[in-house]
Each structure stands twice: as C-alpha cells, then as structure tokens.
C-alpha cells in the first residue's frame, strides 16, 4: 500500500525567453514524462514554465507547479497540481528543494536564484543549453546542450542516489 | 492535451492524536481518493498526517504532503509527493493556500492556525468532529461528525466554486 | 563593543479593531517603549499595529514592523524598521520567533494565528484582553486586564529568560 | 511624533571568505554607521556577516540580522535585533526586500541568490570587489572597489529615491 516515489524533476528557466529555448524546454519536458518522471516547474503561464509543462501533458506526464501568488489562476492550463505558496520569490527555495534533480534552461535573475540555492543545497544541477559554469567555481555544475543527453544524466544522477 | 484539474483536500489535524481521530482520519482520506479527488496534508509521518495519507493509498489516490523541514525522509510512506519548504510553520499556509477546500481533524495550535489562515483567505474550512467554531466569532466554520457527512458537505463546497 | 541586547516585545492584534483596544495598544507601546524594550509588531497601517507603534514613539521607543508585502509604504508611519517579507500570511510565524515575549490584543483568524504559533514554538504568551483560554486548552496562556499588568508579567516572564 | 526612517542598507556576503575580505567588509559597516544609516545582513556568526555587524558596533550603528535558523543565539553578538526566520535560504529574499540599497561582498551560491533577487526587485545592487557583472547581462550592477567609493554610491543612490 506504500507509494513508490516517482523521481521529481524540477525545470527551472526564464519568463520570456527565445522560441529556440521554449521548443527545448517543451521535448525536455516530453522526454520527463515518457520517462514516468514527475515534472516540477514555477508554474506560471510563460515561458519555459509553460513549454516544459506542456511537453510533459503532450506525453501524459504529471506536472506541479510552485506558484508565487495567491491564485490557482496563475497557473497555466498544463498544471495538474498548482502549490499555492503565496511567498514570491522564495517559492524558488521551494522549487529546489522539491526536486530530485535540478535542471536550468536560461533564464534570468529568478533561474540564477534557483541555480545558488540548488548547489547550496547540494542538488544535482544540470544546465540545459544555460552555461553559467564560469560564475560558480567550485562547485559541480554538469552542462548538456540537448533535451536528450540531458535525459541521460538524469539517469545517472538518480542512479547514484 | 490541457489538464483538467483535480480538486486537492486539504486536511489538517494533530500528529499526537486518538486512536479514533486516526481512524476518522483513514476513512476521509480513503473516501476522498474513492471520489477521484487529490488529498493534500503536512506530510509527516505522525497522527492525522499519516493516517489520513494511508486511507487515500488504500484507495489508489493521490496524495502531496507539504513539509516543514529540509529532508523527503521526514514524510511518512504514503506520501505521493514531497513538496519541501524547509520553511517550518510557515509551510502551514501553503497547505491552505493550495487546498479547494480544508478539512480541520482535531489537532493542536498548528491545527489552529491552519484553520484561522484558511478562514483569513477566505477558504471553505469543514470541522470534522473538531468543534472550534465557539472561538472564531463571525467567520463561516462548517462542522460535520463523520467522513461521509464530509463529503457530503465538500461535494456542495466544489459545486459552487 | 558586542550589543547588549533589549528584549523585543511582539505586540500582536487585529488590524480592525474598536476604540477601546487601539487606546489599550497605544498605552500598552507606551509602557514598552518606557521600560526600554523594542516593539515589533505586523507593521500595517491598521488597528494594533498602527496604535501601539504610535505609543511606543510617543515614548521614543524602537518599533519594527514585519510586512506581509513587498513595500515599504504599507507600514504605519511609527514604524522605525520595515522587515519587508513579500510572504503574505506567512511573516505571521516571523513576527512571533522574533519576539521574546507575545501579547496578543484582540484581533481575527490573524491573531488566533499568531498566538497559536507562539504556543506552538513555547514562547510566553500574554493575553491582553483577549480570553482565548479556553480555545487552547492544554497550553500555557497567561491573561490580564491592564496594560500595566501586561508589563508585570513580562518583566516576570524575561527576568525567568 | 512620526519616526524620520532612516535608509536600511543591506550587506551580502559569503560566511567562509578571506581575511581581506572581512576587514574590507568591517571597514564597510563602520562607514555605514559613522552616515547614520543602518546595517542589515544575514546575522550568522561568520564571514561578512560577522565582519560587517562588528565595523557598525565599533561606530555606535545599529544592526538587523535576518537569521535563518529558529534560534536567536545563531546571531553574532554585533547584531542589536535578530529578526528570527525559521525559512532557510528564503530568508535572503527577506535580506534583500528589507534593504534600501543591496551591497554585495565576495560570497558563494547565497550571496549569489541575494543578488539575483535583488536585481529581480529593482533595487540598486553594488557589488563590493564582487565581480560578478558579466553573469547578469542586462541588468544594471554597479561595481566598486573600495569601501569609501561604495558610500559615495550609496549616497547618490539614496539621494536618486
């Protein structure tokens, strides 16, 4: 009767980026879900929240979505669990912790909030097109350039853990 | 390919409590997953927390705990999905801010908050043999004696929202 | 060179309150302020917090406001430091860890809140009029009648700490 | 009657950095105090934190430590009023909300955060022999070198809101 915990991963990136990251994040965000993986994002209805969460629905997969406000109508329409944290930014505390593994697309000053937190907190980051590297030495920051290789060192991360 | 949300159950209630209380408690929660709802509570593994989880595993639902502190360990086996705020109390308003409706199990001054921010942010709360609507003077308290009285009152509670 | 520090003094109550109780808030800040404690209170421009902030500067006294919003210009004008949380409900459990002794004004489902959290984290709590007694049964909740009592209970209460 | 605020000015900063570091962070809270303003930082024993509250003290200042912990013996003795989170890592965005003008010392992932809340709240963010400008493009970050220019840009800050 016990649950058997499916593997949360968080996807973390910008607002309002390029068309080239929101297609990224939308196959990233497929390839979650067709992996029986549960799909972690800020929620909101833009940007790379929105296209990972809607690549994950296009699969079936389910999806959470930490809101920073008040109202479940922040959420976009791909959001099957809206956490309503009503807490602003440090909802992105939230989001880190959440996640078994970390992974950033680019993004702004929010992504690289969630990025410090997640290495402070000692998750497993894995930056997705967003090479932030040079700005966080000392620490184990892993860099892929595709949704699929991204994939894979997810396996390997939940693997190790 | 949207989703179409599942209404989520808030339930609150003590994690030191009677033998009768944890069994209200499984029996709501095993009710609110028969109804294909989501239930929502703080995660821990103790009294209302974990009972309430257990009852909606027995009935194959869905189940999100929300964590006071900074590790998954700290939920109880039935819990679905950690959500970890590493914010103590505070996570106390996200479980009311995320929940459609809350339902308030007998419980102690985290209980009790629970039932005045659920109340402050205007929230259907349902009193499930917990009779505090004496110290809480002109708000809206519902009070039911059994789970099935409960879901009775949250099917009326979802309808009109 | 190391500060000594005063003791804060959490002044909690309801934002819409009657004459009666803001007179007893601004009296009860003034003693505060007299006996050269720090108050800190909800910071807003309302009932309680904005009565007995204006007591204690009446009497040259340190007032802090810890804010539910992101600005500045939410606190009363007798606010000397604005803590901005930008956490809603949540800066609630700030303002009673914070303090070193509560006292609890009448006030709503805020208020009840906030003494439940202090209960909650073994923080002397003194009801000021406010009988809640009876609502928390099994905790240690101390009641007095005067603004002067109030500060012989907490001279009793720090002398202890 | 009303209190005349004085500006808040926020420090960031690692809790583990070098000695050159400490004795520009000190040399940087002292000036804070000998202007008047007041000086808020994490409050934790260490590093920046330690440094900068102890160069405010030597100059009679007055210092607000945001902790993240749950207890008030985590605050550096320089700290005249710990502010008691209980929230982890979210208390940075409190650090940063709180502050009039963000200063930020060479630091790890935290103060990395900070700074990216900061910039996403539009608040003026110095960096203090910090350089991290080439990681947040397209955003407004101001850099110095020297504690003495850094109030000279704090004042036209100031002056500018």
Redesign the interface.
């Known amino acids: 009767?016990?649950?058997s915990?499916?593997p949360?991963i968080g996807v973390m990136g910008g607002g309002t980026v390029g068309q080239e990251v929101e297609k990224s994040a939308f196959e990233f965000g497929a390839l979650v879900a067709e992996n029986g993986w549960?799909l972690l994002n800020g929620g909101r209805d833009a940007g790379v929240m929105r296209a990972s969460a809607?690549g994950a629905?296009?699969k079936g997969g389910l999806?959470?979505g930490?809101l920073p406000g008040?109202q479940k109508t922040q959420a976009n329409?791909?959001?099957?669990?809206?956490?309503?944290?009503?807490?602003?930014?440090?909802r992105n505390?939230?989001n880190v912790?959440?996640s078994d593994v970390v992974v950033a697309c680019p993004g702004?000053?929010?992504t690289?909030?969630e990025?410090?937190?997640a290495?402070?907190?000692k998750k497993p980051v894995i930056l997705l097109n967003f090479d932030?590297r040079?700005?966080?030495i000392?620490?184990d920051l892993l860099f892929v350039s595709t949704p699929v290789q991204c994939i894979d060192v997810i396996k390997s991360c939940i693997l190790k853990n």
Chains 1, 2, 3, 4 share one sequence.
């Open positions: 009767m016990q649950t915990r499916k949360i549960i809607m629905k296009s999806v959470i930490i008040f329409p791909f959001i099957d669990i809206p956490i309503i944290t009503g807490m602003g930014d440090a505390v939230i912790l959440s702004g000053a929010g690289m909030s990025i410090a937190f290495l402070k907190n932030v040079p700005f966080f000392g620490y």
